[in-house]
């Protein structure tokens, strides 16, 4: 069964730094999602990775997936409190998305 | 150019009760699912289906049913409610073709669900 995890579950930020989040996950796949989520809204979609290697970037965040290592990164480069939300990883499993138990990002002044 | 709507967008119920979430799409989307959110698990699929006619298990599906009698319609049905039911439901859609699924899912705006 895939299980995909993530790792901080937390991350309080200052801003100007720069901080990656990381998400692990168990069985093959080579298409994998980020999703942003403001506190009490529905599920944005940020990046789509569609294969190794593959790198995206909007803004100050940047997205990567190694597929070999089964890990994507989202590294997020001199956040800005905008940028406070939570955030998922999720992986494609044919007909359904396994989604990671989220990032909560707190960026302060 | 509404994208996927869900009705409503909070409800109590009481235990035992039983209810529909309402979940629709115009985008022509083949593939709709419906997800739980609840706090420090991410979502969680309750069920899906790849099309009119056609629907599957996810992850949790027990004590929730649904149907795909249109394209564009995917409504889940709590049977008898119960308080492990208390959760954020999320409906979505996207292409079903994975060379066409290139922009992830759409969501649609939730339904917070209390059951007392």
């Known amino acids: 069964e895939l299980k995909v995890e993530q790792n901080p579950l937390f991350l309080s930020m200052q801003e100007g730094k720069n901080y990656t989040i990381y998400c692990n996950y168990s069985t093959t796949s080579d298409r994998l999602y980020w999703y942003r989520q403001d506190p009490g809204k529905s599920l944005e979609s940020l990046f789509v990775l569609l294969s190794n290697g593959a790198v995206k970037q909007e803004g100050r965040l940047m997205a990567s997936l190694d597929t070999k290592a089964r890990l994507s990164t989202l590294h997020i480069t001199a956040a800005v409190h905008d940028l406070s939300a939570t955030y998922f990883c999720?992986?494609?499993?044919?007909?359904?998305?396994?989604f990671g138990a989220g990032t909560r990002l707190t960026v302060k002044p | 150019n509404a994208g996927v709507t869900q009705t409503p967008k909070f409800q109590v119920l009481k235990t035992g009760q039983s209810m529909t979430l309402q979940c629709a799409q115009d985008m022509n989307h083949e593939y709709m699912s419906w997800y739980r959110q609840d706090p420090g698990m991410g979502l969680r699929l309750i069920h899906y289906?790849?099309?009119?006619?056609?629907?599957d298990q996810g992850e949790v599906p027990n004590g929730y049913n649904v149907s795909r009698s249109t394209t564009e319609d995917f409504p889940l049905r709590l049977l008898s409610a119960a308080p492990s039911q208390t959760s954020v439901y999320f409906c979505?859609?996207?292409?079903?073709?994975?060379?066409?699924?290139?922009?992830?899912?759409?969501f649609g705006s939730g339904t917070r669900l209390t059951v007392v």
């Open positions: 979505a859609s996207s292409w079903l073709s994975r060379s066409s699924a290139i922009s992830g899912y759409t």
């Open positions: 999720a992986v494609d499993q044919g007909d359904d998305m396994r």
């Open positions: 289906s790849v099309g009119a006619g056609i629907t």
